[in-house]
């Protein structure tokens, strides 16, 4: 499907996100492994956490989903079937990667791939650590999926200390410590998303070469009821159309406020856009609120460090706002932007140019010298959901017609995305 988008005069008013996606796929993974009946309420509607599922139930995991709650049925840790076939995680990377720490635990061989972008994506990052951990696992020469998991002989503890900031590859580690002797320690030089050790209700402690978190094989997951804060991720789409955008003021309602995911508000702060965020609450030991952002001057930039991890996934969209903010915005650190859905540092690039806009493509990351202004163009989505939507509020913000290829992509995360921009767009 290609989406065609014209410039519009503003946006303005109160949306709603689906389920935070990394919740969502954790809140499913670790119902499966719990010994009772577990729900979850707002879970994603996105393709990704769709692709969880699926895999779950070919694992014999009794899911149902009625009126808008899930429920998982799970029979403790070892309760797995093998499937009768390969795993699909499709375009999800969460999901295999978080997977493959459980399945190299199970006493039976699984095969998980997915599409061909996530064939492409590197999976050495877990194979590594779980192999060490005892686990026998093949993949492409190049290490990527789809990947043999053998049955496991006893995995075993290891202290592990992440070579590069992730979630993923930190879950992965501890979902496998569930089913190893000894203890697991995943040390984390720089902190990345916490959702599972908020959900696991991990303890986390600061030791000297980072933060710790350990594990054991006593480990038990208990059933529970998740209520999944809205996403942020997907909110920053719209909430950049508000800073950019004259005239503009949206709210966010009930989105995810964990401070390990909100580095995108600290942004939109200090680029000088009005941030209002009201009706913090907590749900699920999550923190949630709603977030208002309107219109004002937006200045450039520089963002790197231990800032990255905190807004790994709202680059794309970062890049878009640098367009319309006076003086220059640079990213740096953000190498692994290159191993995302897409090279991201590429199709952020490549899209911005052809808007028009002053961008160079760095190795770590891009710079923009913002120009106040973009020109419709035909935006390649690299088949990445956040590309598009990125690139979706850029055509609304910038003079003429856009057309955005492949712009289905956005169902990956956010079905409704389209629908809701037609809500809040004011034309004339
Ligand atoms: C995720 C972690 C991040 C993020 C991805 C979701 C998660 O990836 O980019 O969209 O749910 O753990 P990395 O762990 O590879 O940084």
């Not at 008013?13 to 919740?23: A, C, M, N």
């Not at 680059?315 to 006076?326: C, D, Q, S």
């Not at 891009?366 to 590309?387: P, Q």
């Amino acid at each position: 499907m290609d989406y065609e988008v014209r410039g519009a005069l503003s946006v303005s008013g109160t949306f709603e996100v689906p389920g935070d996606k990394s919740i969502s796929h954790r809140a499913l993974l670790f119902s499966s492994l719990a010994n009772g009946k577990s729900e979850i309420k707002g879970l994603s509607t996105g393709a990704d956490v769709k692709s969880t599922m699926s895999c779950l139930k070919q694992l014999g995991v009794k899911i149902e989903q009625i009126d808008g709650i899930v429920t998982v049925c799970g029979e403790g840790k070892s309760a797995y079937s093998k499937p009768d076939s390969i795993l699909d995680a499709g375009n999800s990377g969460t999901t295999m990667r978080l997977l493959t720490g459980i399945l190299a635990g199970q006493g039976f061989e699984t095969t998980i791939t997915g599409d061909e972008t996530l064939r492409r994506r590197p999976m050495q990052r877990i194979v590594g650590p779980l192999t060490e951990m005892g686990a026998e696992i093949v993949g492409s020469d190049k290490m990527t999926a789809p990947l043999r998991i053998f049955p496991s002989h006893r995995l075993h503890g290891i202290r592990y200390e992440l070579p590069l900031p992730s979630a993923q590859v930190k879950s992965s580690v501890l979902l496998a410590g569930m089913f190893a002797q000894g203890e697991t320690i995943v040390v984390e030089p720089v902190e990345s998303r916490d959702h599972t050790e908020r959900m696991l209700k991990l303890k986390k402690v600061k030791g000297p070469s980072g933060f710790e978190t350990k594990i054991s094989s006593d480990y038990e997951v208990r059933p529970a009821e998740y209520d999944v804060a809205g996403d942020i991720s997907s909110a920053a789409f719209f909430l950049a159309a508000g800073a950019i955008l004259p005239n503009s003021c949206v709210t966010a309602c009930g989105v995810t406020l964990n401070p390990t995911r909100t580095g995108f508000l600290d942004v939109l702060k200090s680029m000088g856009a009005k941030v209002k965020i009201e009706n913090v609450h907590e749900a699920a030991g999550e923190p949630i609120g709603d977030v208002t952002v309107s219109h004002s001057d937006l200045k450039g930039v520089e963002i790197g460090g231990e800032m990255i991890p905190r807004l790994i996934d709202e680059l794309p969209i970062i890049g878009v706002m640098a367009a319309f903010a006076k003086g220059e915005t640079v990213i740096r650190d953000a190498h692994d932007l290159r191993r995302k859905e897409s090279d991201r540092i590429v199709a952020v690039v490549d899209n911005l140019d052809a808007m028009g806009a002053e961008v160079q493509e760095l190795d770590d990351g891009f710079a923009v010298n913002g120009t106040g202004s973009l020109s419709g163009a035909e935006i390649d989505s690299y088949k990445d959901h956040r590309i598009a939507m990125a690139f979706t509020i850029a055509g609304l913000a910038a003079q003429g017609k856009t057309l955005i290829k492949n712009a289905e992509w956005a169902e990956i995360s956010f079905p409704e995305f389209y629908e809701i921009t037609q809500r809040l767009v004011l034309r004339s």
